[in-house]
């Protein structure tokens, strides 16, 4: 399986890089491996967190907080988001599993920086995406875009070209295109239609 490193160097390969680093945890002292050690993570991040991918998906009862009373006519109740939470995208009534389905819930941080989702769902379950840090665990896909999405970041401190960057642009819009189709394959017509399509559009 491709590790980090190999990301790193499919990703230098991508602006005509020879892609030789061989550590970034903690990085060589190449300046190849410093700046893929900067951009790694950012890049796998943002690829997680732009697409609820089956691989990362989860679903999960949502733990009570105090409700505050500066939301009390606005909202019934709040909930912690789970440890890992990237990005919640749906909120469920207990036992309801209609594909598609979702409550209104609004996800806002308190004056300590916590986090807190409210929503009129007593009992709510949550389905969000999480970070995962295993690419083991990527499709080869989803390695692929890791990678194409990094060298975006390495363009311009590598090579100083705005055309090189431009060209590794190019190369994550078809990474991200190949990679969402392929993951739509992996669930029904249905779940596909009513997550990526509106709601007119979905009930023609």
């Excluded at 993570?41 to 998906?57: C, G, I, K, Y």
């Excluded at 749906?90 to 929503?119: C, I, K, N, Q, W």
């Amino acid at each position: 399986m491709a590790s980090p490193v190999d990301l790193c160097n499919v990703a230098l390969s991508h602006l005509g890089d020879a892609g030789n680093v061989a550590s970034i945890d903690p990085p060589e002292a190449s300046t190849q491996a410093r700046f893929c050690a900067r951009f790694y993570p950012v890049a796998r991040d943002e690829v997680l967190e732009s697409h609820t991918w089956r691989f990362n998906t989860r679903r999960k009862a949502l733990a009570s907080l105090s409700l505050p009373a500066s939301v009390a006519g606005e909202w019934s109740y709040a909930y912690a988001l789970p440890t890992g939470c990237l990005r919640p995208f749906a909120v469920y009534v207990p036992g309801v599993t209609e594909v598609g389905r979702t409550e209104d819930f609004s996800v806002e941080t308190t004056d300590d920086g916590t986090p807190v989702l409210y929503t009129n769902v007593e009992g709510a379950y949550l389905k969000y995406v999480v970070s995962v840090t295993d690419t083991a665990l990527f499709p080869p896909s989803v390695r692929a875009l890791v990678a194409a999405r990094l060298a975006i970041y390495l363009a311009l401190p590598l090579t100083r070209s705005a055309d090189v960057q431009k060209a590794a642009e190019a190369i994550y819009l078809r990474a991200k295109a190949t990679a969402e189709a392929l993951d739509g394959d992996t669930q029904s017509t249905e779940e596909w239609r009513s997550e990526r399509e509106p709601p007119w559009v979905a009930a023609r």
